[in-house]
């Protein structure tokens, strides 16, 4: 268990509205990343984060924000929702290995859904 | 923008079958993840490659790095109703601190 925890874990809202979608980390990890997983998609970053106020797009960044004022939370906000914004969201945040590379444990997912 | 195809898309097969995934990129990766992801759950990882060539056996998986860093296969034995999910290969750059994922393969074993 990394420690992980996303809120809400479903939301259901309206074309137009703000939404914040929440990730916790209980271990100070320095990595946290934002992802949305579509069908053919696999998994799209959208942000991420190496450090407090640090922060970074991916590639598909467009129409959402993110903000890491601690270094347990990391939030990721959608101004304007759109119906294209609907989507399973995933928090990941990455460890260390020995080998030089990070080890990415996941969230739960955060069901979103754009009337 | 790196991108990273997988094929099969989807995958139906019989228990005790033998299967391989492909996971192909034009771009070259420091490393190469592969994650398995079940319905409700978020992906968790299976195996990390650093290295050309570089073959992992996990029980009756077998994952491969490409000899150019691009490329990366995963090996399925005597598949079973257990190894059902979506399977996932990543790549890494910048450190490995930043991953692009593939478009998944959707496993599905049957008895």
């Known amino acids: 268990d990394a420690g992980i925890t996303q809120s809400p874990r479903h939301k259901v809202t309206e074309t137009g509205t703000p939404v914040t979608l929440r990730c916790h980390q209980t271990e100070n990890h320095r990595y946290m990343y934002w992802y949305r997983q579509d069908p053919g998609h696999g998994l799209r970053l959208i942000h991420y984060s190496y450090g407090v106020k640090d922060t970074d797009k991916g590639e598909v960044s467009d129409g959402y924000s993110v903000s890491r004022s601690k270094t347990e939370d990391f939030l990721l906000t959608l101004e304007s929702a759109t119906s294209s914004q609907t989507s399973v969201y995933f928090c990941?945040?990455?460890?260390?290995?020995?080998?030089?590379?990070?080890?990415?444990?996941f969230g739960e997912g955060s069901r979103l859904t754009v009337l | 923008t790196q991108l990273l195809e997988q094929s099969p898309q989807f995958l139906s097969i019989q228990e005790g079958e033998n299967l391989t995934v492909y996971c192909n990129s034009s771009?070259?990766?420091?490393?190469l993840q592969w994650y398995r992801q079940e319905p409700g759950e978020g992906p968790v990882l299976l195996v990390t490659v650093v290295t050309g060539g570089e073959v992992k056996k996990l029980k009756r998986l077998t994952f491969q790095f490409g000899d150019a860093r691009k490329d990366s296969s995963l090996h399925i034995t005597a598949a079973q109703p257990g190894d059902t999910g979506l399977y996932l290969c990543a790549g890494g750059t910048g450190g490995g601190n930043k991953l692009t994922f593939g478009t998944g393969t959707q496993l599905k074993v049957e008895l």
């Open positions: 990941a945040i990455s460890v260390p290995t020995p080998r030089g590379t990070g080890e990415l444990f």
């Open positions: 771009s070259v990766f420091s490393s």
